[in-house]
């Protein structure tokens, strides 16, 4: 065998520094010294910025300078020579700060040989680094009030820097105002500049490979035409890019300057052409400098110059480079399939087509991928691209016949096949705010329009079936296959490293299907049983189980989904919405302690606490005792068998289930009436100033506190009455299940339904703004009561009073507003914390270090435990482990 | 089983276990009766297997994880600066606002607070924590004026002082005259007024003088303007608005190993680095957790221990730990871009590539999670 020796070039550092006019002229293949781009018959005119020279952007033309065609030549630099220097803008203030450090006179920084010595060893130390500045900073502090230069003894002046790019200096001496202050032309920075030692540089931060006089430009460079590609309108006409816009400015107005120059114009025109050359060639880095209006387009629209292409979020750096644009990838609505597994995702046939997979040929597939080709494009098992062994590429949308390519194919082509059932590929759902946002999934191709998948997933996307769309990836390489199926697979992401328990679980309907299924009383007979076994698709694996027996509990049921060494107790949800004084533990009243027991479920009732996302005790305990297969099986079979139960059982919530009888009702108006007269007498108290202030508050502030108070403890108790009457009643009522078990809403919800809908706030205080001292002309001018401040005493099901209604929308919308401004405000902050923490990796010795190679951390948390699979934070959860092994015992 | 006999079967285990886990481990099998070895061995052969299982990897991007851990229940985190928490006569900012300013590591929180504990001796006596709340809190001449009056004739300035906050904080008009140093002026006591007399001072200057009076400082300790007494458990706390750590720990009576403020950077300044580090995971975790937010310990650390690596508070964002990033493409890529591009050129900086954003900015493979692994192969190996 031969081994070929591949030699690789790696970038291993990127060093930055100023650009020499030597350099800049070295780059260029043109002298650009005339302002028109185009002739009359549309040709680009040589010396001109659109030269053919500065490489292609148009198909089928080559290249002047290297021959090569568009999409080949990456363009080449030019230069324009720039008739009386200039500042670099990006440079302005650092070069007014070497103004203020160095002799007017001989150019040296004006440090005493001692204290050159003192700085020395400190900015060797931050040589290369920008943390020199602030030695930098000292050393100006020491040096700019210099009276005379300790080299030369020349005495100084003071240089004042105006914004953006003006420099005074002023001769303390002279008295004569005008005579006094003096500007410094460009040239004479320039020359100033030049002649600063070298061995000075350092004291100036700058590095030995950079001259400063290089920061006043002498020579502009021009970028390649691939850099500011033209664009053809429809209408036919030629639309440049900003900066070739900026480019034609600046040439004309050097051109300007050089013939006035020449010509031997007077002073006070060739300063005014100067100034435009700065300017123009100012804005051409930076159009948004302060104190300078930005240079715009014909239609006022300010132009995109340098500066503004690498800035922000759309920005070369955070747009193009950060993060990038890809293929293979497909986007659209999303919807639910129980019957998928949790790994899985469904893809439309439309997407399957579309999307490609390279496969390289070999012996074992060479038969099936000549098949595929053979279907070509358009039918579905087919292939859109082959790729010969020399790299051509032959798209098979064009190719007439297939099946002379398809014999054609041989070991060593690569196929660019169709999407099909067992592909990995990612799917995300923005915004992605951790890691669960996108995962792996196994492809299932589906007609239909929509992605589909199982309903497991929806806590960690964060996505509901209101319209949502997610995306879709196809890796191409076999390394990010197997990455992807290794580390991402949706089944290795059940445990969040959130909070060391499972994001991944049950939800809604399969919540309130296993109250229903798990609460003393469900019976199923065996041929109901065997029924569902069949559709969750787990009847052959636990048929043994079932024994002769001719009936099972519901919590029998459940307990042929456990695996068998699992034993655990903790109180369900439901036990939340029981006050007792002690807890009963296995002796429960309501049920709501569960205990399993070697895979049994002997007392309790399985709800959110059980099996839900983010809570689910069950689902911990086998991702973490059986690892995440049986997880995964686990929620697979057991959410299928549970919403058949449910289909079959009937499930729905009306607005019936928030009837009260009248007596409940009665009581409930009786405990609002109560509340408001309170209120009323307390804003008596008030008014005969009988109130005494709470200790740091004023008088106002109390009473509104006494009201809010007031007030909230009557919603609450007429919420308490409503509950009292639906837990008595007979009937079950499936609003009340599906609160108490986590399902979906809250007790509060229920209360706002049937009772009380409460007092509406805004910015946490009562509704007070609107017209002159009341909120509505409803009311009396200056009524503090209940009513006329935002107390809605109806329920949803009686209906809001109109003026309640509106009380009701204020309070609405303040939550809307919080919403949009809060995500902007938190995505603002986790994009700080990525970024300050990105680099923190776990090392091979178990220490945390950053990029740096500093230790953060001796120990990875203290631990060395992955959040992701410590017992809900804790390094190890003994109590559940000795449980496990001694619990089932006894 | 005894459970001596327990600790010494599972001694093996004491260096692989934290210490209360161990110690709780000893505690749970004790509970149990008839434990026979086999069971032991049992239990001792799934801790190992669960350790291992959990254990961290190496090149884990834990950094990563910990922001996301943090950034994104923030998402469901409630705007309202203003909540009354526990005390209700405070305000103190709480939920996203409360988040940002403490990894911002703002020089003075938005609404800064003082914990107090007291000593046995005044914790239990309301009388007694009491004269120390007194002690406390910062009053000037005007927090005990009711009105003023001008009188030009007389050219004199009155003092009405409100008798409910004299009595309230224990003071006679007397004392607080006491406190009133002016030059050529006389000061009188009358009643619950106080009257200064300013030798022939024309309207202006007595204006003057009467806002340079009303500032007088009377008593209490700079900066803390509120105090509340409260009783928790057994013992009274006082909560103060306003923080001065420094003075309050000098006050005798006061428990100063549980006092504490939510300024961070005073914290840093008077008890050090690591204090600061300890009060920043503190309130973070009180901040999500009265959010009824469930985030991992070990997050939070890793974000306090980032903040406070080089030995002082820093920000997260572009004026710290972001900020200061050796890489100029990093600090390029995050804000800032042309200033930062800037920069290097003239200091000649050179990225050596070695962060995560830098190698995805010039496309290489980035150093992290699978990244870390590198192939190394002996050179004879190339020759054919």
Redesign the interface.
């Known amino acids: 065998m ?2 070929i ?1 591949l030699e690789q070039k ?9 650009m020499s006019p030597e350099m800049i002229r070295k780059m260029a293949v043109v002298k650009i010294v005339t302002p028109e781009t185009y002739d009359e018959d549309g040709y680009p005119v040589e010396g001109g910025l659109m030269d053919r020279r500065l490489g292609t952007v148009t198909p089928g033309l080559r290249c002047k300078t290297c021959g090569g065609k568009f999409g080949e030549c990456p363009g080449h630099f030019g230069v324009i020579e720039l008739a009386r220097p200039v500042i670099h803008i ?2 302005a203030k ?1 070069i007014a700060k070497i103004l203020k450090a160095i002799c007017r006179n001989c150019s040296r920084v004006k440090l005493t040989e001692e204290e050159r010595k003192k700085f020395l060893e400190k900015l060797k130390r931050y ?4 943390l ?2 602030d030695v930098f900073d000292e050393i100006i502090k020491v040096v700019k009030d210099r009276k005379t230069c300790p080299f030369c003894g020349a005495v100084q002046y003071e240089i004042k820097f105006e914004n953006p790019y003006n420099y005074i200096e002023v001769n303390p001496e002279e008295k004569d105002r005008k005579k006094r202050e003096r500007k410094l032309t460009p040239i004479d920075i320039r020359e100033r500049l030049e002649k600063i030692p070298n061995e000075d540089l350092i004291f100036l ?6 001259r400063p006089e290089w920061m006043v430009l002498t020579a502009l460079p021009v970028p390649p035409v691939t850099v500011r590609p033209s664009i053809i309108l429809e209408t036919g006409e030629r639309s440049e890019d900003d900066l070739t816009h900026k480019l034609v400015d600046i040439v004309r107005i050097n051109k300007k300057l050089m013939d006035a120059l020449e010509a031997g114009a007077p002073q006070p025109i060739i300063e005014d052409l100067w100034d435009l050359l700065q300017y123009h060639v100012a804005t051409y880095i ?1 159009n948004e400098i302060s104190g300078m209006p930005p240079a715009k387009h014909r239609s006022g629209r300010p132009l995109k110059t340098l ?1 503004q292409r ?3 979020k759309e ?1 070369r ?2 747009g193009n ?2 993060g990038k644009r890809v293929n293979y990838s497909a986007r659209t609505v999303i919807s639910p399939d129980p019957n998928l597994s949790l790994n899985e995702v469904g893809v439309p046939y439309e997407v399957a087509r579309e999307l490609t997979v390279p496969v390289r040929v070999t012996q074992f597939n060479k038969e099936f991928l000549k098949k595929l080709v053979k279907n070509g494009p358009h039918k579905y098992p087919g292939a859109n691209y082959v790729e010969r062994p020399d790299g051509v590429r032959i798209n098979l949308a064009r190719v007439k016949n297939l099946d002379e390519i398809a014999e054609k194919l041989d070991i060593g082509w690569i196929v660019h096949r169709h999407l099909m059932d067992g592909d990995i590929v990612l799917f995300n759902r923005q ?1 992605s ?3 669960m946002s996108m995962m792996a999934h196994v492809v299932r191709v589906l007609p239909g329009r929509t992605f589909r998948l199982n309903l497991t997933v929806c806590p960690p996307y964060n996505a509901d079936f209101d319209g949502d769309e997610m995306n879709l990836h196809v890796p191409q390489t076999e390394e990010a296959r197997a ?1 992807a199926k290794i ?1 991402m697979l949706v089944q290795t992401q059940i445990l969040s ?5 499972p994001i991944i679980g049950c939800i809604h309907d399969h919540i309130s299907g296993s109250y229903l299924l798990t609460k003393e009383g469900t019976k199923l007979t065996r041929e109901e049983l065997i029924d569902l076994l069949y559709i969750a698709g787990i009847l052959e694996e636990v048929e043994d189980k079932l024994g002769d027996k001719k009936e099972f509990t519901g919590k029998e049921v459940f307990s042929l989904f456990l695996p068998e060494d699992i034993s655990i107790r903790f109180k369900s949800k439901l036990c939340k919405s029981y006050k007792c004084e002690k807890c009963l533990e296995e002796n429960c009243p309501y049920d709501a302690f569960v205990v399993i027991k070697n895979g049994k479920l002997i007392k309790g009732v399985i709800d959110e606490k059980a099996i839900g996302a ?1 809570a689910g005790e069950v689902i911990d305990i086998i991702a ?1 005792k059986h690892g995440f297969d049986a997880a995964r099986k686990f929620l697979d079979s057991y959410t299928k068998f549970i919403i058949a139960f449910l289909m079959r059982k009937g499930f729905t919530t009306g607005i019936d289930d928030e009837d009260l009888p009248k007596e409940a009702l009665e009581r409930i108006e009786e405990v609002l009436k109560d509340a408001i007269e309170r209120v009323k007498e307390v804003i008596k108290m008030y008014e005969e100033g009988l109130l005494e202030p ?4 004023s008088l106002e502030e109390t009473l509104e ?1 006494k009201i809010m108070q007031i007030l909230s403890e009557a919603r609450d108790t007429s919420g308490r009455i409503a509950n009292e009457y639906l837990e008595k009643q007979k009937k079950e009522n499936h609003a009340r299940i599906m609160a108490i078990t986590g399902a979906r809403g809250s007790l509060l919800n229920i209360t706002q339904m049937a009772a009380c809908l409460g007092q509406q706030s805004v ?2 205080e009562r509704i007070k703004r609107g017209f002159i001292n009341r909120v509505l002309p409803h009311f009396e001018k200056g009524d503090l009561g209940a009513r006329a401040r935002g107390f809605v005493a109806s329920s949803y099901k009686r209906g809001l009073h109109p003026v309640e209604y509106f009380f009701h929308a204020a309070g609405g919308r303040e939550g809307l507003v ?1 919403t949009a ?3 902007s ?3 603002y ?2 994009r ?13 010795d ?1 220490t ?1 270090r ?5 230790i ?2 001796f120990k ?8 992701s ?2 017992d ?5 959860d ?2 559940r ?6 619990g089932g ?2 | 089983m005894k459970v001596e006999e327990i600790e010494e079967f599972f001694k093996d285990l004491k260096d692989k276990l934290p210490e209360n886990t161990f110690k709780e481990l000893i505690e749970e099998v004790s509970k149990y009766k008839d434990v026979t070895k086999e069971d032991l061995e049992k239990i001792k052969n799934e801790i190992l297997k669960r350790l291992e299982f959990s254990m961290i990897q190496p090149g884990e991007a834990v950094g990563i994880i910990a922001a996301q851990s943090i950034g994104e229940p923030s998402t469901q985190m409630t705007m309202r600066t203003f909540h009354y928490a526990g005390v209700a006569e405070l305000n103190v900012t709480l939920g996203l606002p409360r988040l940002i300013e403490l990894v911002d590591a703002r020089s003075e929180p938005s609404t800064p607070m003082m914990v107090i504990y007291l000593e046995p001796e005044y914790a239990k006596d309301r009388e007694k924590a009491k004269m120390i709340a007194r002690e406390l809190e910062y009053i000037t001449l005007q927090d005990l004026t009711e009105k003023t009056e001008i009188d030009i004739l007389e050219s004199k300035i009155v003092i009405y002082l409100d008798t409910r906050e004299l009595k309230r904080h224990e003071l006679t008009p007397e004392e607080v005259a006491k406190k009133i140093k002016l030059k050529k002026s006389n000061v009188v006591v009358k009643d619950d007024k106080i009257e200064i007399y300013v030798e022939g001072a024309s309207l202006k200057e007595l204006r003057k003088v009467r806002d340079n009076v009303l500032d007088t400082y009377i008593k209490g300790i700079k900066g803390i303007k509120r105090v509340v007494i409260r009783k928790e458990g057994d013992e009274y706390v006082i909560y103060t608005q306003g923080t001065n750590l420094k003075e309050v720990l000098r006050i005798e009576g006061i428990d100063w190993r549980r006092t504490k403020t939510n300024d961070i950077k005073e914290i840093e300044e008077v008890l050090g680095i690591e204090a600061a580090r300890n009060a920043l995971i503190n309130e973070i975790v009180n901040t999500l957790q009265e959010q009824g937010l469930e985030v991992d310990l070990r997050h939070i650390c890793l974000l306090a221990d980032m903040m406070t690596v080089d030995g002082e508070v820093k920000p997260i964002g572009r004026h710290g730990v972001a900020g200061e990033k050796v890489s100029t493409l990093a600090r390029a890529a995050f804000e800032i871009t042309v200033d930062n591009l800037i920069k290097a050129s003239i200091v000649g900086e050179t990225d050596r590539l070695e962060g995560i954003i830098e190698n995805i900015i010039v496309g290489k493979p980035i150093k992290l999670g699978t990244g870390i692994v590198e192939l190394v192969a002996k050179r004879e190996y190339f020759k054919i």
């Not at chain 1, 040589?127 to 920008?130: A, D, F, L, V, W």
């Not at chain 1, 931060?205 to 950079?210: A, Y």
């Not at chain 1, 709470?694 to 508050?697: A, H, I, Q, V, Y």
């Not at chain 1, 809900?872 to 190890?876: H, I, V």
């Open positions: 031969i081994l020796r790696q970038i291993i550092g990127i060093k930055f520094n100023i990006g440079y650092y040589k290369g680094s920008i020199i500045f931060g700058l590095d030995e490979n950079n930076n500066a690498l800035k922000g920005g750096f955070r480079l950060s915004p705010l951790h890691r990455e580390l490293p959130r909070f060391g328990g983010f973490k709470l200790p740091g508050r506190m910015r946490g919080d401004i809060r995500t405000q938190s995505g902050m986790q700080r914390l990525i970024n300050a923490l990105q680099d923190l990796k776990v090392e091979y178990g945390v950053d990029a740096r190679g500093v953060v951390q990875y948390g203290d631990d060395g435990i992955d959040p699979r410590s809900w934070g804790k390094t190890l003994v109590k482990i000795v449980e496990c092994v001694l015992k006894s």
